[in-house]
Nanobody, 127 residues
Framework: QVQLVESGGGLVQAGASLRLSCVASGRTRSTYAMAWFRQAPGKEREFVAGVTWGGGRTLYADSVKGRFTISRDNAKMTVYLQMNSLKPADTGSYYC????????????????????WGQGTQVTVSS
C-alpha cells in the first residue's frame, strides 16, 4: 500500500504563485510516474501535469503550460507542482497520483490508470 499526502494549497489572489508538494510513503516499489490532477466543484477530475520516474519527461494540460512546472525528488519520494500566474480558473482540489503500470517511463493523462491517490489539497484563486 502506498500513501500520498499533499500540502501547499491555500487562498491566493490572481497572479500569485503556490508550490504544492506530495510525499509518498509505504510500500513503494519499482519505478513509477507521478501526476497532479485537479477537480473543481461540479466538474470532473482533470489531468494537470505528470512526470516520469527519472524526471526526463513531463506532460502538461494545455491550460497550465508555461505557468506550472512539475518536478520530483525520488530520494525524498516527493513530487512538486510550482504554480505561477494563478488564475481563478485554477481553483479546485489538487490531487497527486501514482502510476506503476507503465513503469514510470511514460505519463498517462487518464485518471483511471493511476493506482494510488492522495486526499487532496485545496487551491482557491480569487479575482
Amino acid at each position: 500500500q502506498v500513501q500520498l499526502v499533499e500540502s501547499g494549497g491555500g487562498l491566493v489572489q490572481a497572479g500569485a504563485s503556490l508550490r504544492l508538494s506530495c510525499v509518498a510513503s509505504g510500500r513503494t516499489r519499482s519505478t513509477y510516474a507521478m501526476a497532479w490532477f485537479r477537480q473543481a466543484p461540479g466538474k470532473e477530475r482533470e489531468f494537470v501535469a505528470g512526470v516520469t520516474w527519472g524526471g526526463g519527461r513531463t506532460l502538461y494540460a494545455d491550460s497550465v503550460k508555461g505557468r506550472f512546472t512539475i518536478s520530483r525528488d525520488n530520494a525524498k519520494m516527493t513530487v512538486y507542482l510550482q504554480m505561477n500566474s494563478l488564475k481563478p480558473a485554477d481553483t479546485g482540489s489538487y490531487y497527486c497520483a501514482v502510476d506503476y503500470a507503465r513503469l514510470g517511463v511514460t505519463v498517462t493523462t487518464k485518471a483511471n490508470e493511476y493506482e494510488y491517490w492522495g486526499q487532496g489539497t485545496q487551491v482557491t484563486v480569487s479575482s
